[in-house]
């Protein structure tokens, strides 16, 4: 811990060398004592938490001037230490997380977050010799739901976040609800509407019912997927019904076609 209140401290003395006010992300003491990072959005707050400590190689440093007009953040955990990042009701993780802030504000504050290494220059705090991991290296977990990617760009002017793909995604199975499992090119969350979307030729496995999809819409809590396509199709065995939208029960592993309806059934003798 005086580890990283000596590189807190020293960030916020290179804001008044320079003559800039200190950096509006602050160490969040009164949770468990980990540095934080918080952007803040409408009613809800984006928490970036440190992990590893810097005795281990953890890096927390804030209000670097690394381009002209940006300021820099930079959270580090090398494996096997990693660094988690809340967003509603979503925990992800990381191994790095770069902020960047146009101008120093929060509004247009962007977040990156990815797999790989990366050292600090103590001069500048800034985050040099980055090698990024070519391999999915970010996990998404809310719910029974699991999903890697391998880099998860966020804009704060937008509420937006993307999940770089390729996708795979995890749903456990829980008493009566079956397994299922995902794949997709991208993963897209709406931080205002709480709203995850699975986009470009999504593929979803449950059991016997294989369905795809355009896009996905993904609702974690309620237990609903709502795909979309030209024509979406869900297949169990040889029963297939098709339509631009197909409301997916999860739990119940049945589907209802909404819009554009044709389906195909075998029929027994």
């Known amino acids: 811990m005086k580890g990283t209140l000596k590189r807190f401290f020293l960030s916020v003395l290179a804001c008044l060398v320079v003559g800039v006010p200190a950096y509006s992300f602050a160490q969040d003491a009164d949770v468990d004592n980990r540095p934080q990072l918080r952007i803040n959005r409408n009613d809800r707050v984006i928490r970036v938490v440190q992990n590893a400590p810097s005795a281990e ?8 001037r690394c381009e002209e007009g940006i300021r820099y953040g930079t ?26 802030r146009p101008g120093g504000s929060e509004d247009e504050s962007r977040l990156e977050l990815f797999g790989g290494t990366l050292t600090i220059d103590d001069a500048t705090l800034c985050p040099t010799d980055i090698a990024e991991s070519e391999t999915a290296d970010v996990t998404i977990f809310e719910g029974r739901t699991t999903t890697t990617g391998s880099r998860f760009n966020y804009n704060n002017a937008q509420g937006l976040g993307t999940l770089i793909g390729p996708i795979t995604l995890e749903r456990t199975a829980e008493g009566e609800s079956p397994a299922l499992s995902a794949t997709s090119q991208s993963l897209d969350i709406d931080v205002d509407q709480d709203v995850t979307v699975l986009q470009g030729g999504v593929q979803l496995t449950s059991g016997d019912r294989v369905s795809a999809a355009e896009t996905v819409e993904f609702d974690e809590q309620a237990g609903m997927a709502v795909l979309r396509g030209d024509p979406a199709e869900s297949r169990d065995g040889d029963n297939v019904v098709r339509g631009q939208i197909i409301e997916y029960d999860l739990d119940s592993n049945d589907v209802v076609v909404r819009e554009g309806i044709s389906a195909s059934f075998e029929l027994d003798d």
């Open 57 to 64: 190689g953890g890096e927390f440093r804030l209000n670097a």
């Open 75 to 100: 959270v580090y955990a090398p494996a096997p230490y990693e660094v988690e990042t809340f967003v509603n009701d979503a925990r992800i993780t990381s191994q790095i997380v770069i902020e960047k």
